[in-house]
């Protein structure tokens, strides 16, 4: 399996800031990286796919970035709405699997 | 709007057989180019992926449960189901349905049921 390491494990921060979340697969995944917004009680949020393209809906200030064994979201200005647990996703090879998750939590 | 729905039991003792459905409405669970994909999610722990079946019928498992797990399929009811078989209490997780798109899109999963608290306990 691909083991996928995110950073940090928690990220204080305050509404205007901007957020960057590290993804680090075990091995090469190409651009086949995913970011979800997960909230308490809720289901995870497609955000991103392919590393950096926007689902439909998710505002732009949400972006990906990277390849292979490195892969950052970026969070360009936070919304009250964006505090959350955010994970990545690798579905280059089966089984998918996801990183431990940075929750993004008021400063 | 594709929307998926797990249902089933929610208490389970040790050594029973988890089963969910999934009620899907929106989308046809034997036709386009999506897996029907199961997953879960230990209380406060990362999400774990259990398997998949595509609309052919293939079915995929992840290695860590495939000697207790079975995805099948109604397309008569357009259900999905998950069966886990010898439970345990790390079998406790929120359990999802969830639609993904093929290799031609990244597999990229973007529809989810609302989840499923399974609890295990003696």
């Known amino acids: 399996d691909i083991q996928m390491t995110q950073s940090p494990s928690v990220v204080s921060a305050s509404v205007g800031d901007r957020v960057t979340i590290t993804c680090r697969p075990s091995h090469d995944i190409a651009n086949w990286l995913a970011w979800f917004q997960q909230k308490p009680g809720t289901a995870p949020k497609l955000l991103i796919y392919a590393t950096s393209s926007l689902q439909g809906g998710v505002p732009p200030r949400f972006s990906g970035s990277g390849s292979g064994t490195e892969f950052t979201l970026t969070i360009s200005s936070l919304q009250a709405e964006d505090f959350a647990t955010y994970y990545c996703q690798q579905t280059n090879s089966f089984p998918w699997t996801f990183g431990q998750g940075t929750k993004v939590e008021v400063k | 709007q594709v929307r998926l729905q797990e249902s089933g039991p929610r208490l389970m003792k040790p050594s029973e057989t988890l089963s969910l459905s999934c009620i899907v409405s929106?989308?046809?669970?034997?036709?386009?180019?999506?897996?029907w994909t199961w997953f879960r999610q230990p209380p406060g722990k990362a999400l774990e992926v259990i398997g998949n079946?595509?609309?052919?019928?293939?079915?995929r498992y992840n290695p860590s449960l495939r000697s207790r797990v079975t995805i099948s399929r109604d397309t008569s009811k357009n259900q999905f189901y998950l069966q886990v078989t010898s439970v345990t209490t790390a079998d406790t997780a929120v359990y999802y349905c969830?639609?993904?798109?093929?290799?031609?899109?990244?597999?990229?999963?973007?529809?989810w049921g609302q989840g499923a608290l399974v609890t295990v306990s003696a």
């Open positions: 929106g989308g046809s669970v034997s036709s386009g180019s999506y897996y």
């Open positions: 079946m595509y609309q052919t019928g293939t079915t």
């Open positions: 969830a639609r993904a798109r093929d290799g031609n899109d990244y597999h990229r999963v973007e529809y």
